[in-house]
């Protein structure tokens, strides 16, 4: 083999691991989750709108830049916490595989990009919900994570605005006797939030102790605090989810909405019991587990909405 080729190899071997890096950076499965909420929203708001694809196109692009700035501004925030857990010492950032230079640069490129994407080809509401949703992570959520468990509350609302954003790409306002259908999309994401992060924050409770992160699990060891947010918000978002059959009831569709919804919230409901029972790693992994099911059969599920509600209103 040739310096040449070797020269080559090296540099396309070079190339690939700073596209990983990057792509690292912008935490792809947060971004998924977001982009899923976005094309929910305006999937669930789009029903007996006129709207063209383009329009959800461009929304889940502006999106995607927001979301990938918040979270590399969020790393950056963040480096030296992350050099003190295991689970985060890899990640580009604080194993200097890229500089901070690097990442606040394209993280505040990519997030003015995404402002800018959205008032131009969404519209203004979408943009600036972004915007809020951004400032919420970066500057509020971020901060609190190191003072006050609370912060957890602050980053479900920034969490669940994503949701709205795509219900605002689609009407442009939650005006009209259909926005408390995006009040319900709304409080599903940001109520899921507690149940799915309780369990992360148990099992990963070592870690945020050691770098000073304050959830729950680290200000209260004993867990009773966080199997009593998980089963709250697990039990609330039983009635909240029933509520689109309860408004758009039609006999077929809705029964079928209602009770998939139901046989959901029952299940994640009891791995939370479960959880705040026991109050051990083997509880809390398995409502990470009913979690992570939860979410995505739900919103498949509120994909039928749209088909009531012709047929209600």
């Known amino acids: 083999m040739s310096m040449s080729t070797i020269a ?14 990057l792509y690292q950076l912008t935490r792809p499965r947060i971004a998924l989750l977001e982009l899923v909420t976005v094309s929910v929203g305006a999937v669930v708001a789009a029903a007996g709108i006129p709207a063209e694809p383009i329009v959800l196109l461009h929304a889940i692009v502006g999106t995607t830049l927001l979301a990938a700035s918040a979270s590399m501004i969020n790393q950056w925030l963040e480096c030296e916490t992350d050099r003190l857990m ?26 003015i990009a995404g402002v800018l994407y959205l008032i131009a080809l969404v519209n203004l509401a979408t943009a600036l919900l972004g915007l809020v949703c951004w400032t919420l992570y970066t500057a509020v959520y971020t901060p609190l994570k190191f003072r006050t ?12 605005i994503p949701v709205l954003m795509g219900w605002t790409a689609v009407s442009g306002s939650f005006a009209g006797p259909q926005g408390i ?11 899921w ?28 060891p004993t867990g009773r605090r966080a199997g009593a947010q998980a089963v709250m918000a697990a039990l609330v978002l039983i009635p909240i989810t029933l509520l689109p059959a309860v408004l758009l009831w039609t006999l077929d569709l809705s029964a079928a909405y ?10 994640q409901a ?32 509120l994909l039928m909405v749209p088909l009531m509600i012709p047929r209600a209103v």
């Open 86 to 111: 295991p689970r985060t010492a890899d990640r580009p950032l604080p194993a200097g595989r890229v500089s901070p230079a690097q990442v606040v640069g394209l993280g505040m490129f990519s997030g």
């Open 270 to 301: 009891f791995a939370a019991i479960r959880f705040a029972l026991s109050r051990d790693d083997a509880t809390a992994r398995r409502l990470l587990h009913a979690t992570l099911i939860y979410l995505p059969v739900l919103f498949g599920l």
């Open 8 to 21: 080559l190899e090296g540099r396309r071997e070079g190339l690939a691991a700073r596209l990983s890096d």
């Open 181 to 191: 259908l995006a009040a319900t999309l709304f409080l599903v994401v940001f109520l």
């Open 258 to 267: 209602f009770a998939g919804a139901l046989s959901l919230g029952l299940m």
């Open 149 to 160: 468990p609370a912060n957890t509350f602050v980053g479900a609302i920034a969490g669940a």
């Open 193 to 220: 939030q507690f149940p799915h992060f309780m369990a992360i924050a148990w099992l990963y409770r070592h870690d945020y102790q050691a770098a000073g992160v304050r959830v729950i699990p680290t200000v209260d």
